[in-house]
């Protein structure tokens, strides 16, 4: 099947820096790659699509200044948290869509953690 | 307003019981439902599809049904094994979206802990 991956798996910065997080589909191409966040034992909230070839679009509420999201080909996507502070600390998911079938289905990636100090 | 609600929101059994989780749903056009087991610590990993016209499917020890017309899903669990520790969770997608994720409502899960 689909294999997402993501890296780095975790991840402990000081509040203030900034931090890349990477998502890669390893055997299929994902024109969109969706961008997720997750706090403990809640649901995944999804933040932002991201576009290969132009500009990544945001849900309500999130910022686009504050995620950074990059799709620099058709198997990677980026995501920076930019000037993080401990209010961005999370476990955050990416998905990319591919049949499973003769349905298209996400498949996600295994999260990063982020701990902001 | 698309939602999906799930129970219970956690459930403890031992070793070997089965057990089922229940999703309901308030989605439209409802196009597919998912399953999902996640992992502490992990990205979620998909268990089971169905389509409106589809109701049951089974992978390996699971099975998921779906009542298209009560808009209502549940997973069942059988002997259970300790690696079924997890959350799952219930996913619709509204029709049109394409399998897009902005087309995804997520449950918030029933966090499931399996006893020795």
């Known amino acids: 099947g689909a294999v997402v991956s993501q890296h780095p798996s975790w991840v402990i910065c000081k509040s203030g820096t900034s931090v890349k997080i990477e998502c890669r589909s390893l055997?299929?191409?994902?024109?969109?790659m969706f961008w997720y966040r997750q706090f403990p034992k809640q649901s995944l909230m999804l933040m932002a699509t991201?576009?290969?070839?132009?500009?990544?679009?945001?849900e309500q509420g999130v910022e686009k200044d504050k995620f950074l999201i990059n799709h620099a080909s058709l198997t990677l996507s980026t995501l920076t948290v930019t000037s993080a502070h401990p209010e961005d600390s999370s476990f955050y998911i990416c998905?990319?869509?591919?049949?499973?079938?003769?349905?298209?289905?996400?498949?996600f990636g295994p999260g990063t953690r982020l701990l902001v100090l | 307003k698309n939602q999906v609600e799930q129970s219970p929101q956690s459930l403890i059994i031992l070793e070997g019981k089965n057990c089922t989780l229940q999703?309901?749903?308030?989605?439209?056009?409802?196009?597919?439902l998912r399953w999902y087991k996640q992992d502490t610590g992990r990205g979620p990993v998909s268990l089971t599809i169905?389509?409106?016209?589809?109701n049951t499917k089974s992978n390996g020890r699971y099975t998921a049904t779906l009542d298209a017309d009560t808009k209502q899903s549940s997973l069942h669990i059988t002997a259970s094994q300790l690696s079924d520790s997890a959350s799952y969770i219930c996913?619709?997608?509204?029709?049109?979206?394409?399998?897009?994720?902005?087309?995804?409502?997520f449950g918030k899960g029933t966090h499931l802990i399996i006893q020795p």
């Open positions: 998905s990319a869509p591919s049949l499973a079938g003769d349905q298209e289905t996400q498949y």
């Open positions: 055997d299929f191409q994902a024109t969109t």
């Open positions: 991201s576009n290969e070839g132009s500009k990544a679009t945001y």
């Open positions: 999703c309901n749903y308030t989605v439209s056009p409802f196009s597919n």
């Open positions: 169905m389509t409106f016209s589809e």
């Open positions: 996913v619709v997608s509204a029709g049109g979206s394409g399998g897009g994720a902005d087309g995804l409502t």
